[in-house]
């Protein structure tokens, strides 16, 4: 059978007449196909309500527009697969809540978010070309996607690193400015850059409606007129109709702008045409370049160690990279003097591990520059919270040689704080000090004891029921409040500490503090407490709430929910 070829249809027989009819029918037919293929596509990316996505649907004619739902349900590749599928969208919603970093649903049972570094691959990567691509209009339903709030100030040790670079003052100032510029990441400016070209990206500056409210609005706005959806022509209608709620739109940087050498940057971490060979070459041309701009990126680095492949080091081409960058002892010595200078401890600590995995620090060195953290962290006239949390998270194991150099050098005489690092390193003695810090009558002492507990939990019974017993004794309802949580994340199971609690419930005058002691019943082992006719004792001596139902009658009912089941299973 031969192939049938499509050709200009002739008609010798027919009147002239009918050839019109015909050729009419035809020319109707082609601009039917037409239509469709000139259908503008709606991409809908809905990880929370769908009330904006309906709004645009019920009022868009279905001969135009079609609609495209890109979140598969159960998937959590979804966004790979609307890759994988080819579909190049014209229009884009996305519906959630957003905090910066994701697009995410209130829903406890959703699964479904969507990752700001995804959108960055979706539009980096060639494997996914037509998603983004072809845009002509975003609109982003979520709080601060457009805020241009930069959220932190560049650390100093950027400007500092350009002075010891050999740039004077006045020009390390000049840089300095030139490169935080350029390295803004508000929300803005990464929208800006995932939606490069695109020539109308609509979001909110602040907090955004809810999806019913967005689409009572959507619903006025159509009301009044569709007018073009899809052109990319800046809708001043529709921000009015939005005025109230902080909608803004902004263009996608466009390729004449200098940011866009900094989007480039930015893709090679996350394009997925490069191997982790290469993403590593390009970490190296960072790292032998500007160390200040490399800081700028180490955010990102850091990423890209943490979500490598198990197998990456056994790859030829990625073990010759990691070597090339191990044995440049320029960049090494650059990277550590930036790494000490670090304004935040936390990040010289976290610039450590990765000048570890670079291979510039072996197991001795990474111990040698932590123990030199921490001693910078114990000379300070006062140690911040997050400084003890930063103690506490490191690997006491692995500082146990520093210990006791450590410990000989530390004034801990009235320093909680100090002897709160300290304990979180293995020290025995500050351990005891912290055990009575947590019935301190000082709140701050409180503070320290909550944050070393909830590294190094109290071990013994013994010393949770001495615990216990001075919390008991508490005069500063507070401190003490602070202290019942401290302990209620333990998860008791002893009962006389639990009997111990259940004597202060009626003696106290804290409602706070009735409150506290209920939430460690709420998270305490049910056996345990089970012989304590706890709800009859909490019945009659609670204290009136000041704003209604608490703690306090949800475990009231919790109690006595547990008593009727017994009951039941005993037959009493």
Known sequence: MQRACLRRPRFPSMSIVVQFIVLVALAAAAWSHDAIASKRTVCTITVNSPDEKEAFRRYLPADQYEFVELVQHGRPDWLAAACQRRISCDILIVSGHFNGHDFFSDKLEAREYLPVQEMERASCSDSCPGLFSHLKEVYLFGCTSLSPDPGKSAPGEILRSL??????????????????????????????RIFAGVPAVYGFSAVAPLGPTSAG??????????????????????????AAHSMAVVDGIPTSDPVMKYRGQVCEFVDDRQSP???????HQLLDGEMAQARLFFERIETFFATLPADAGQQPDFAAALDDVAHDRAARERYLALARDADSPAIRARMIQIGYRLGWLDDDGRRSELAALLRDLLA????????????????????????????????????TDRSAALACLGSAEDHARMLLALSSSNEQDVRFAEVYFQHRPIGTVEQLRAAIGQIARMNDPGAQVRALDTVGRLRLSDREALAELATLFPRTRSVQVQRAIAGVFLRSDAQAIASLDLAALMQQSRLRSPDGHDAIDI??????????VREVRTGG
């Open 163 to 192: 002075e010891r670079s050999g740039h004077g003052a006045p020009e390390a100032q000049r840089l300095a400015q030139q490169l935080v510029q350029l390295h803004r990441d508000s929300n803005r400016d990464v929208m800006r």
């Open 217 to 242: 609005l959507l619903n006025r706005y159509f009301a009044g007129g569709r007018g073009e959806v899809g052109t990319g022509i800046p809708n001043h209608r529709l921000l009015g109709q939005f």
């Open 277 to 283: 060979a290469q993403k590593l070459r390009f970490i």
């Open 380 to 415: 300070k006239p006062a140690m911040s919270l997050p400084d003890v949390d930063l103690a506490c998270s490191l690997d006491a194991r692995e500082l146990d040689g520093a210990l006791a150099q450590l410990r000989q050098a530390t004034d801990v005489e009235g320093h």
């Open 555 to 564: 475990a009231i009912h919790h109690l006595q929910q547990a008593s009727l």
